[in-house]
T-cell receptor
């Protein structure tokens, strides 16, 4: 099992550009989520999904879109990147309420 | 406003000392998890507590869930340099699938 995979590992964007962060899991988990982590801080929930076709907003959803067309994949789209979105992004999956398995993270810089 | 507040934010101690990290909220959680995160990696689950008053031990780490299920603590006995990392608590409410993370406690154990 690969667990949770994220691509890319590093990305630099200019203000206003758009991009998609990819996340995939091979554990057949129903629940998937995206977090951002700013320097020296905990994780803030961006969006989450409890199954294919079902998504909902977390604590900081503005500027981000998600979709869940399959159980395995949960991409995060930045619509128009802003410097305030510079962060490390983590994707996680789990059975609802159980241990979350995290990917290795994507370090994003917006200039 | 952070739903889960952790204290202290940063702790630097000598090898062999004991320490306690606190995770507090005004909200009630159906379960609470503790994770540890090392630099450049995603968080990894240490323990899940689900019953008010529950105490769980993991070698030198003792976790306690408050009677009212609003707070938790992590106590480390005789800290080792290998305990260095970011400790995160995360709570799940009865009414939601979401897992909300605390602000984190960064621990440095000096040899």
């Amino acid at each position: 099992n690969a667990g949770v995979t994220q691509t890319p590992k590093f990305q630099v964007l200019k203000t206003g550009q758009s991009m998609t962060l990819q996340c995939a899991q091979d554990m057949n988990h129903e629940y998937m989520s995206w977090y951002r982590q700013d320097p020296g801080m905990g994780l803030r929930l961006i969006h989450y999904s409890v199954g294919a076709g079902i998504t909902d907003q977390g604590e900081v959803p503005n500027g981000y879109n998600v979709s869940r067309s399959t159980t395995e994949d949960f991409p995060l789209r930045l619509l128009s990147a802003a410097p305030s979105q510079t962060s490390v992004y983590f994707c996680a999956s789990s059975y609802p309420g159980y241990e979350q398995y995290f990917g290795p993270g994507t370090r994003l810089t917006v200039t | 406003t952070q739903l889960l507040e952790q204290s202290p934010q940063f702790l630097s101690i000598q090898e062999g000392e004991n320490l306690t990290v606190y995770c507090n909220s005004s909200s009630v959680f159906s379960s609470l998890q503790w994770y540890r995160q090392e630099p450049g990696e995603g968080p990894v689950l240490l323990v899940t507590v689900v019953t008010g008053g529950e105490v769980k031990k993991l070698k030198r780490l003792t976790f306690q869930f408050g009677d009212a299920r609003k707070d938790s603590s992590l106590h480390i006995t005789a800290a080792q340099p290998g305990d260095t990392g970011l400790y995160l608590c995360a709570g799940k409410m009865d009414s939601s699938y979401k897992l909300i993370f605390g602000s984190g406690t960064r621990l440095l154990v000096r040899p």
